[in-house]
């Protein structure tokens, strides 16, 4: 078969490769293990390196279809068989790479940065895989597969993305989340979009498996979406070849990720792995993933040096989104971080709390998850293990807007290091300089 992308088996039982959109598939037929998406990669070494950087830097902030977008500026990379006239795009991805200058100099790392994954259309990282999964969807359809709508388990930034995406593709979506664990702000997003909500009784965890069980039924018209779908991560991959791509092709000491379902872990050594093999990169970052105290499966097998996996029961945290016990990628994350010499971390309330909280001071505006990756990283910095000179990327996954609550319960409390709260004066010019000390 000569086809340019392809699903192969992720357990190695054989090396066959699955066409892409002939069936519905999300395992391997032999051994039932989690899929991955090949690339011909000798077909794309023909390109030189040259070649493709300038290609990919010819693309970004264009507006031809579908290359304005940061993933499919990438087409080549990501899912070649896709007909253009099929992709669902808002051209995600191409999200601000900055330098945190303040923060940097206070933590004593210089050189550091923030990927704002969050500047994105839903205000997620999860919009650089939803496009290729909602376009796939309507490949699928568009090649006569009975596919009638497209479901997903969310601790709420996936369904937003994914109602976003099927809305613009005019394709039915429904949403799994868990009751009353999800903020006011990720509950709006799939209702503005129209998608079908169904409010579980249960955790995340309980969702997922919900959601698996219903679209794993034999003749199922309901496509999954959540991140065990391999389609996801070849958008998501782009965000490390964008890093890159923005450091003009030059490659960071550390990459700090917050992770719960881990997709975006696997999704990170996807893209590095796809530099090297295209002989754009040589040199490999190290991946720290960080985790919420509470819901920390992976740190935990960390701890045994990945020996042991055991799923947890997630506790509550600020830190929602990530509040997994049991993660669907476990096993590739667990693989790019060996490959990546990764390391895990965790952070408690209070330690996601206060390093949210000292990033906005700088003029950041974290969420949560990006709070538990800058904990991570002043853990990395007092290890010695992040020195000075070293380039740090944190990868900020949502926009702190979604979390205003996060940030209310934060000011509003009574412990923080950082807190503010607004002063209630009369409508004077003394009133003004007396409540300024001025
Ligand atoms: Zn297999």
Same mark, same amino acid.
């Given at each position: 078969?000569?086809d340019?992308?392809?699903?192969?088996?992720?357990?190695?039982?054989?090396?066959?490769?699955?066409?892409l959109?002939?069936e519905?598939?999300?395992?391997?037929p032999?051994?039932q293990?989690?899929?991955?998406?090949?690339?011909d990669?000798?077909?794309l070494?023909?390109?030189?390196?040259?070649?493709?950087?300038?290609?990919?830097?010819?693309?970004?902030?264009?507006?031809?279809?579908p290359f304005?977008?940061?993933v499919?500026?990438?087409?080549e990379?990501v899912?070649p068989?896709?007909?253009?006239?099929?992709i669902?795009?808002f051209?995600?991805?191409?999200?601000?790479?900055?330098?945190?200058?303040?923060?940097g100099?206070e933590?004593?790392v210089? *050189?550091l940065? =923030?990927?704002?994954?969050g %500047?994105?259309h839903?205000? @997620?990282?999860?919009?650089? /895989?939803?496009t290729?999964l909602?376009?796939?969807v309507?490949?699928?359809?568009s090649r006569?597969?009975?596919?009638?709508?497209?479901?997903?388990?969310?601790?709420?930034?996936t369904?937003?993305?994914?109602?976003?995406?099927?809305?613009?593709?005019?394709i039915?979506?429904?949403?799994?989340l868990?009751?009353?664990?999800?903020?006011?702000a990720?509950?709006?997003q799939p209702l503005a979009?129209?998608?079908?909500v169904?409010?579980?009784?249960?955790?995340f965890?309980?969702?997922?498996?919900?959601v698996?069980a219903?679209a794993?039924?034999p003749?199922?018209?309901?496509?999954?979406?959540?991140?065990?779908n391999?389609?996801?991560?070849?958008?998501?991959?782009t965000?490390a070849?964008e890093m890159?791509?923005?450091?003009?092709?030059?490659?960071? *000491?550390?990459v =700090?990720?917050?992770g719960? %379902?881990?997709?975006?872990v @696997?999704?990170?050594?996807? /893209?590095f792995?796809?530099?090297?093999?295209?002989?754009?990169?040589?040199?490999r970052?190290?991946?720290?993933?960080?985790?919420?105290?509470?819901?920390?499966?992976?740190?935990?097998?960390?701890?045994?040096g990945?020996?042991?996996?055991?799923?947890?029961?997630?506790?509550e945290?600020a830190?929602?989104?990530?509040?997994?016990?049991?993660?669907?990628?476990i096993?590739?994350?667990?693989?790019s971080?060996?490959?990546y010499?990764?390391v895990?971390?965790?952070a408690?309330?209070?330690?996601?709390?206060?390093a949210?909280a000292?990033?906005?001071?700088?003029?950041l505006?974290?969420?949560?998850?990006?709070g538990?990756?800058?904990?991570?990283?002043?853990?990395l910095?007092?290890?010695?293990?992040?020195?000075?000179?070293?380039?740090?990327?944190?990868v900020?996954?949502a926009?702190?807007l979604k979390?205003?609550?996060?940030?209310?319960?934060?000011h509003g /409390?009574t412990?923080?290091n950082?807190?503010?709260?607004?002063?209630?004066?009369?409508?004077?010019?003394?009133?003004?300089f007396?409540?300024?000390?001025?």
């Open positions: 078969m000569g340019a992308s392809f699903f192969y088996c992720s357990q190695g039982c054989s090396s066959e490769k699955l066409e959109f002939r519905v598939r999300y395992r391997c032999r051994c293990g989690l899929l991955e998406v090949g690339h990669l000798d077909a070494k023909s390109t030189p390196p040259e070649v493709w950087k300038a290609t990919f830097d010819a693309r970004v902030g264009r507006t031809e279809w304005g977008s940061g499919w500026g990438k087409k990379w899912c068989e896709i007909d253009d006239n099929n669902t795009s051209f995600e991805g191409n999200s601000n790479l900055f330098w945190a200058a303040r923060l100099a933590l004593g210089e *050189d940065w =923030i990927k704002l994954c %500047n994105s839903t205000g @997620s990282f999860k919009d650089l /895989g939803m290729v909602v376009s796939a309507a490949e699928m359809r006569g597969l009975p596919i009638q709508a497209i479901a997903c388990a969310s601790t709420g930034d369904s937003a993305a994914l109602a976003a995406y099927a809305a613009a593709a005019n039915p979506s429904v949403v799994f868990p009751e009353n664990k999800i903020t006011p990720q509950l709006t979009h129209g998608a079908r169904l409010s579980i009784r249960s955790d965890d309980g969702c997922m498996a919900l698996k219903v794993e039924k003749e199922s018209p309901i496509y999954l979406a959540n991140s065990m391999p389609l996801r991560i070849e958008g998501q991959k965000v070849i890159v791509q923005q450091f003009d092709w030059r490659v960071p *000491d550390w =700090i990720i917050p719960g %379902n881990l997709g975006n @696997s999704a990170l050594g996807a /893209g792995d796809m530099l090297e093999a295209m002989g754009i990169t040589t040199k970052p190290r991946i720290c993933v960080g985790q919420a105290e509470r819901a920390n499966p992976l740190y935990r097998s960390f701890l045994t990945f020996a042991e996996f055991e799923p947890i029961e997630a506790q945290t830190a929602s989104a990530i509040r997994i016990g049991n993660p669907v990628s096993h590739r994350a667990i693989k971080l060996r490959r010499d990764g895990v971390e965790q408690t309330e209070d330690e996601l709390n206060e949210a000292r990033g906005d001071k700088t003029g505006f974290n969420c949560p998850h990006t538990v990756a800058l904990a991570a990283l002043e853990k910095i007092a290890r010695g293990l992040v020195e000075r000179h070293h380039r740090v990327v944190v900020s996954t926009h702190g979390f205003s609550e996060f940030k209310a319960n934060y /409390g412990v923080g950082y807190r503010n709260q607004p002063l209630s004066i009369e409508a004077t010019p003394e009133a003004v007396k409540a300024l000390g001025l």
